[in-house]
């Protein structure tokens, strides 16, 4: 199976002495609070530490994460600067050779000319980070992250995103997988994505669960497109199951009955989705659903929280969300 590493990787990393004891370190208060969307309380805590010392690492490379965690891209400049603050006043932080990256991955809007100034940047915070400190498995995950997305003349490659994959095999197998998952995912070859990623056990390893989360929707997106709902089903199940504190799981289920006209199924899910996340793009689907379901008032009622919810949608969508409000209100 491929979920159990192949031995022949194992063997040439064992000849080349680059396994390292990459255990997944312990998360720091501030991030956890990040995690657990208390950003009041990291906002707190973060003014608090770098009031006492304007050079705090944890503190200044928390402000990346809230940042990130937030989708504020209107403070991605401040993010930027917070990650060069903490990198100029501690120069042999992972952490903060991370922030960094992570604030050059926010500020960039994608992969074409506009971003390109930065991504040898990242690729350089990225690659110190690990170089640091080979436990900062985020930093690893996202370094993989950019080896597959970045093309070749900018520092992508495939070869070196699987090294680094199998670099911690004999110490974090299960973040192995997940790399691996993502390698197999970017070189078009799902069902071996699939099977690496539902091998993994990745409970332990909560500051990529964002990855995780969007690698599994993204299987289970290609399934739905091909109308394979049972498989869509399972995966987006499974999603919830894993990541029960993201709405994506039981958003993807409601996708997959409305697809096979199950609306009071589709309901049942973004209900739940709403209770989990209420998300603009949520509220929207569930005001479709009520829409067909002819139960105009509840339809109003989810449009009008799709327009009032954040982070705030884009302006074609929120156009077409308004015209169809106001059609509704005219019956």
Same mark, same amino acid.
């Given at each position: ?28 208060? #501030? ?211 894993? #990541? ?88």
């Amino acid at each position: 199976m491929l979920a159990t590493i192949r031995p022949w990787c194992g063997a040439a990393l064992i000849a080349s002495g680059v396994l390292w004891d990459a255990r997944a370190a312990p998360v720091h208060p #501030i991030t956890q609070l990040v995690q657990q969307k208390r950003f009041p309380d990291a906002a707190r805590v973060i003014a608090e530490r770098l009031a006492a010392d304007p050079g705090d690492a944890p503190a200044l490379a928390g402000m990346v994460d809230l940042v990130v965690a937030q989708d504020a891209a209107g403070r991605v400049p401040e993010a930027k600067a917070a990650a060069e603050r903490c990198v100029a006043a501690n120069p042999t932080s992972s952490t903060c050779a991370e922030a960094l990256g992570r604030a050059l991955e926010a500020q960039a809007s994608g992969w074409m000319a506009a971003s390109l100034g930065n991504t040898r940047a990242q690729r350089d915070a990225y690659e110190r980070a690990v170089l640091l400190d080979p436990t900062n498995y985020r930093a690893r995950v996202s370094l993989v992250r950019f080896y597959l997305r970045a093309p070749f003349f900018l520092g992508g490659s495939t070869i070196r995103a699987r090294e680094l994959a199998l670099e911690v095999n004999r110490t974090d197998p299960d973040l192995t997988r997940l790399m691996l998952a993502l390698c197999a995912h970017s070189e078009e070859r799902p069902q071996d994505a699939e099977e690496y990623v539902l091998a993994a056990d990745l409970g332990k390893y909560e500051l990529v669960t964002r990855v995780h989360r969007d690698l599994l929707s993204r299987l289970a997106e290609a399934h739905l497109d091909a109308q394979r709902f049972a498989d869509s089903a399972r995966l987006y199940a499974e999603l919830h199951r894993r #990541i029960p504190s993201s709405e994506s799981g039981s958003y993807g289920l409601a996708q997959v009955a409305r697809a096979r006209d199950k609306l009071a199924d589709a309901a049942f899910y973004l209900e739940r989705a709403v209770a989990i996340g209420p998300k603009p793009y949520v509220f929207a689907s569930l005001a479709e659903v009520y829409q067909a379901q002819n139960d105009n008032p509840r339809a109003i009622a989810a449009y009008q929280s799709a327009l009032g919810a954040r982070p705030a949608l884009e302006r074609r969508r929120r156009q077409e969300i308004m015209a169809r409000l106001a059609q509704l209100q005219q019956r």
